[in-house]
């Protein structure tokens, strides 16, 4: 499972195409979602993967009653922090060597 996709987390939208039984409350690409919920999912076509549920997107449900989750393909975690900010974190745990004493 991807270490992003939880309860919670934030992500953006980078696929809003329409799908087989995805016709309908579409997520919009570059817009911004709270995952609801993740589970394993085997969709329609026969594939399978992880799917999630997105809180600001009412989809209904399949004719065979079943709400399917997205497809974690079409969304990236939501990125806060720049590189430098990523890294400053962790250098305040470097410490210099010890001087060699000959």
């Given at each position: 499972m991807s270490s992003w996709a939880r309860v919670g987390a934030k992500c953006v939208c980078v696929d809003g195409s329409a799908r087989v039984g995805s016709r309908r409350n579409l997520p919009v690409e570059g817009k911004t979602y709270t995952v609801a919920s993740v589970e394993w999912c085997v969709w329609l076509g026969g594939h399978s993967g992880i799917g999630?549920?997105?809180?600001e997107i009412d989809?209904?449900?399949?004719?065979?009653?079943?709400?399917?989750?997205?497809?974690?393909?079409?969304?990236?975690?939501?990125?806060?922090k720049t590189q430098d900010q990523d890294v400053a974190m962790f250098k305040s745990l470097l410490t210099?060597?010890?001087?060699?004493?000959?």
């Open positions: 999630v549920h997105i809180a989809r209904p449900p399949h004719s065979s009653g079943k709400v399917y989750p997205w497809g974690l393909d079409r969304f990236r975690p939501l990125v806060t210099p060597a010890p001087e060699l004493v000959e």
